[in-house]
């Protein structure tokens, strides 16, 4: 074979084993702060939801773009439009020449937000024993069980997530999407109010008690006894809050 002709094949030759590390080579991401599954700003809105509603950005505190997206590895834009979308939740707010902050509810505000959860819940769970009844029973009621476990054991941690969990799950089965998405909603902006209900076992105990008349009226396709139960449970968690801040809305706001 022509000297020249072997040299072509070595080029070829090379020229594929560059081409094949080419392809072989993961992609770098330009930003690295999140596993891309869904669309940037969904992915930092979740994270900088989560932060707000574990106290991680406290009530009050200004949001700082700059700081949020160096730790999260993103652009300031995502950072930026995530707050809007958050501000539209009640979750922030916007303060003319001095930046995005996190909402602090007063305990007046908290209050209102329990009166308005009691009202859409009670629709909630009269939709749910209306469409499903026995059917949703069976997944409620585990959950129950599931939270008289955390009781016993004493951890008030996975307790408080199982409650949220439980009804999300509600607002979901209803199939009522815009009820349920205020339902939720709201729920986020409660959550703001750093005061925890749920903390003790006698509390505990009583809250979990007032999910078992929830699940039982579905199970039965009650839809008053549920409409009822799930109303009253979110009212029952405003005296609570009274309770544990020691007066009226106007002796503690």
């Not at 770098?28 to 700003?41: D, S």
Request: hydrophobic share 45%.
């Amino acid at each position: 074979m022509p000297p020249a002709n072997q040299q072509n094949i070595v080029d070829i030759l090379h020229y594929i084993y560059l081409l094949g590390a080419m392809i072989s080579t993961p992609k770098q991401h330009e930003f690295t702060g999140f596993k891309r599954r869904r669309p940037l700003v969904l992915e930092v809105r979740d994270e900088l939801e989560r932060m707000i509603l574990e106290g991680e950005v406290p009530g009050g505190e200004r949001l700082n773009e700059h700081t949020l997206a160096a730790q999260m590895g993103v652009s300031r834009a995502p950072v930026r439009e995530a707050a809007r979308s958050l501000e539209r939740d009640g979750l922030v707010t916007t303060v003319a020449k001095k930046g995005v902050f996190v909402r602090k509810l007063s305990v007046k505000d908290a209050l209102e937000l329990y009166d308005l959860r009691a009202m859409l819940a009670g629709i909630l769970c009269a939709c749910v024993a209306r469409r499903c009844g026995a059917d949703a029973g069976a997944a409620l009621r585990a959950q129950v069980e599931s939270m008289s476990e955390a009781i016993e054991a004493r951890d008030e941690e996975s307790y408080f997530a199982q409650n949220l969990a439980f009804h999300d799950w509600i607002a979901e089965a209803a199939d009522t999407k815009r009820t349920a998405a205020l339902y939720i909603a709201l729920g986020k902006e409660v959550r703001l109010f750093r005061h925890r209900v749920l903390t003790g076992q006698d509390s505990l105990r009583v809250s979990n008690l007032e999910h078992e008349r929830i699940v039982t009226a579905i199970e039965m396709g009650d839809v008053e006894a549920a409409r009822e139960a799930g109303s009253v449970h979110h009212l029952n968690g405003k005296a609570r809050l009274l309770d544990l801040m020691g007066g009226s809305p106007e002796e503690t706001a």
